[in-house]
């Protein structure tokens, strides 16, 4: 275990149904650092970056007009164990599978509007931390 940093966001969904408070108030709870936040609208190219593993697949272009449909939340977390602790809150990727409890579980119903995104390894999060805050990535 060790202090880590990932990258998590509040998908448009989340945004649109008011659940930013709620979402951020369960990290906090937690425990976990939120380093940097902010609210921004994804431009086309960041969000194909972003989700460039999944480029191919039937359910990409969707995703990616979904996740530039409207503003996001996006957020650098810092914590113990916190890339797979955010994970652990978000829930099962299918809202269907998540547990109650978790963010996914508690929030979403269908996989296509899952209301939270967090890094899934150590190099994703250096990576999207990158994409959305930049080189430096955040400055606290
Ligand atoms: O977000 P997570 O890392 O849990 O899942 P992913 O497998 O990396 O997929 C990224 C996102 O694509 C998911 O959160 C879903 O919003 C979406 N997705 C979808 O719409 N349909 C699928 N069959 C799989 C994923
Ligand atoms: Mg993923």
Redesign the pocket.
């Known amino acids: 275990m060790a202090t880590e940093r990932t990258f998590a966001m509040v998908k448009p969904d989340g945004v649109v149904r008011g659940l930013i408070g709620t979402i951020v108030s369960r990290i906090e709870a937690k425990g976990y650092r939120i380093v940097a936040m902010k609210r921004m609208r994804i431009p086309r190219e960041l969000a194909e970056r972003h989700?460039g593993e999944?480029q191919g697949k039937p359910?990409f272009e969707?995703?990616v007009a979904f996740i530039t449909s409207g503003p996001v939340v996006a957020m650098v977390l810092e914590g113990e164990n916190a890339i797979a602790g955010w994970r652990a809150m978000m829930g099962a990727?299918n809202p269907a599978d998540a547990a109650v409890g978790t963010i996914r579980g508690d929030f979403a119903t269908t996989?296509?509007e899952?209301v939270a995104?967090g890094s899934?390894a150590p190099a994703t999060a250096r990576r999207e931390i990158e994409i959305f805050f930049g080189e430096d990535g955040p400055l606290d």
């Open positions: 989700y999944h359910f969707p995703l990727t996989i296509d899952n995104h899934d």
